[in-house]
């Protein structure tokens, strides 16, 4: 079992940045499908971002060139900066180890957008 816990939301102005986090509570160095989803009010929750293995990143289009997900695995932390925010933008965010026996999800940080 792990246990995510995602870090870093709040509120920002249009145009500005945050870089969110997600602590694992043990060693996920060998998790190869990291991803990044967020859930908007009244809406799905819905694919942002995917790692997989050290370097494969992807990109849902709505975000792509604004976001970047990176991993330190010396901490054990996924990461997503998000630059140029936009209010639309504005959801909660989630991150998701996945694997052949397992999916873990944190419990989301809240990302607000707003002048």
């Known amino acids: 079992q792990v246990q995510l816990v995602e870090s870093g939301g709040g509120l920002v102005q249009p145009g500005g940045s945050l870089r969110l986090s997600c602590a694992a509570s043990?060693?996920?160095?060998?998790?190869?499908?990291r991803r990044w989803y967020r859930q908007a009010p009244g809406k799905e929750r819905e694919w942002v971002a995917t790692?997989?293995?050290?370097?494969?990143?992807s990109y849902a289009n709505s975000v792509k060139g604004r976001f970047s997900i990176t991993r330190d695995d010396a901490k054990d932390v996924l990461y997503l900066q998000m630059n140029s925010l936009k209010p639309e933008d504005t959801a909660v965010y989630y991150c998701?180890?996945?694997?052949?026996?397992?999916?873990?999800w944190g419990q989301g940080t809240q990302v607000t957008v707003s002048s």
């Open positions: 998701n180890i996945y694997g052949l026996n397992f999916d873990y």
């Open positions: 043990r060693s996920i160095r060998r998790v190869a499908v």
């Open positions: 790692l997989m293995n050290r370097s494969d990143t």
